[in-house]
């Protein structure tokens, strides 16, 4: 599965962005679709993930009340709606898919088999 991340951008505190994440070559049925991010100088971390089939979710609590993940099925992405952004959350946000990942794992990166190239999100002050 090759993975396409995009919608990053330059965005004021409180402001709103849309990435999105694409698969090319197969759907995302039977996957576990995440977000991460990775701030200059720091791990990376867990975004929030959704399981395509079925539809359940996890985010972060840095994220919780702010981020949407949702599919879009007609178009095949993983779409990670962002509100009320703050300068912490700048960061290359990537995607990550993996088939058959026990919840308890979503959060860990090393558990996706699949990553795409990274958006950079810029939150001004």
């Known amino acids: 599965v090759q993975l396409q991340a995009s919608g990053g951008g330059l965005v004021q505190a409180g402001g709103s962005l849309r990435l999105s994440c694409a698969a090319s070559?197969?759907?995302?049925?039977?996957?576990?679709v995440g977000w991460f991010r990775q701030a200059p100088g720091k791990e990376r971390e867990f975004v929030a993930t959704i399981k395509w089939s079925g539809g359940s979710f996890l985010y972060a609590n840095s994220v919780k009340g702010r981020f949407i993940i949702s599919k879009d099925s007609a178009e095949n992405t993983v779409v990670l709606q962002m509100s009320n952004l703050k300068p912490e959350d700048t960061a290359v946000y990537f995607c990550?898919?993996?088939?058959?990942?026990?919840?308890?794992?979503?959060?860990?990166?090393?558990?996706?088999?699949?990553w795409g190239q990274g958006t950079l999100v810029t939150v001004s002050s």
């Open positions: 070559g197969r759907t995302f049925t039977g996957y576990t």
């Open positions: 990550a898919a993996s088939r058959t990942i026990i919840r308890s794992s979503w959060t860990s990166g090393e558990n996706y088999a699949y």
